[in-house]
């Protein structure tokens, strides 16, 4: 019986001490506590995407409201397109400057900028570009209404990248919408003025009257892009919007804040895209380049010996003008478009820059350097262009 005893004390024991050494090597989950679940939830409304730093559009909304604005304008009575509007904007820095749309602006007699807690100031023009669409106007706000948002890398975005537009359509402030990243590089015609803006954004995010000059939005809580426009008979939101670049803005905006206007590069020619029935006529294999038609006089492509069309050939009933160079590239950057030239021109160069245009002339392939000026008052080369609706 004593044998027996030590027998069974000896395995009690045993089986001590491994139970011990089981619970040194894998303790016991902690039991959650009430602030622990808290902590957990508040954590999940955070909601970060597989560790990358992208947010949730509730987050986004919270963490980027307060930067947008709602514009109201006056303008003259019999002023175009009437004598009041809406629009949005953003906080571009603690000195109380605001990014919007010119279009917003321009014409107008009195401008008041709306922040989120209904505080309105007065805001003055301190200057804007119709050829990008983009203006600055400023406010005398304290620094507790003031809440600059960050600006992203517009060249860093993709197709199909979820993006979110924040603004005041039809007046109602505060609204979000959502979306991709539809199309990027577009060229945005405009009806009144007859140029083009190059390398626009395109989404599916719903944009309507009263959401220009409000920022688009990646899931990292950055601007990519200001909303100018949509494609529309109706006026109304019908699948495609655009906004311009957020790289656009940062070259634009610090030269609108110190001289109230921004001096583009000018080639001063105008043409028209390679089809393939006008490579047929030209004998050119690929259907790609930008033929130009007018060079204008004394512009810099002028002054650089490129040459416009010279004659007028019929084929098939159709009529085509021929003789003019033909550019296949600009600084080595392949042009399948006049797109491609008009985004090189507004990200890559400056008034006074000099640009290597690769040409076809009478069939051979040459290149010719010229040293790009100041655009004049209207747009010195232009393409065709198809119905947009500037809101």
Known sequence: ???????????????????????????????????????????????????????????????????VVRINVQRPPDYPRGPSGIGSGFVYDHSGHIITNAHVVEG???VTVTFLDGRSYKAGIVGYDTFTDLAVVKVN?????????????????????PI?????????????????????????????????????????????PGNSGGPLLNLYGQVVGVNTAIQSESGEFSGVGFAVPSNTIKKIVPQLIQESQYHHPWMGISGMDIDPDLADVLGIQDARGFLIINVLEDGPAQKAGLRGTTETVEVDGARYQIGGDVILSVDGKTVRK???????????KSIGDEMAVQILRDGKVTEVI??????????????????????
């Not at 507790?144 to 600006?151: A, E, H, I, M």
């Not at 359509?169 to 803006?197: C, D, H, K, N």
């Open 1 to 67: 019986m004593a044998k027996s005893t030590a027998i069974i004390s000896g395995l009690l024991g045993v089986i001590i001490v491994l139970i011990a050494y089981s619970i040194l090597l894998n303790p016991p989950t902690q039991i959650p506590t009430i602030d622990t679940i808290t902590q957990t939830t508040k954590n999940a409304g955070v909601a970060q995407d597989q560790g990358d730093g992208k947010i949730t559009l509730i987050e986004l909304f919270e963490r980027t409201e307060e930067g």
């Open 164 to 208: 979110a537009a924040i603004g005041n359509p039809f007046g109602l402030s505060g609204s979000m919408t959502s979306g991709i990243v539809s199309a990027l590089g577009r060229l945005l015609p405009t009806q009144e003025r007859g140029f083009q803006i190059p390398d626009i954004i395109q989404t599916d995010a719903a944009i309507n």
């Open 338 to 348: 006049i797109d491609d030239i008009l985004i090189h021109l507004q990200r890559e």
């Open 141 to 161: 706000a304290t620094g507790d209404s003031l809440y600059p948002l960050d600006l992203g890398d517009s060249s860093s975005l993709r197709v199909g990248e």
């Open 108 to 110: 107008a007699e009195r």
């Open 370 to 391: 010229i040293t790009l000026a100041e655009r004049p008052g209207t747009n010195g080369i232009t393409a065709n262009s198809s119905n947009s609706t500037q809101k």
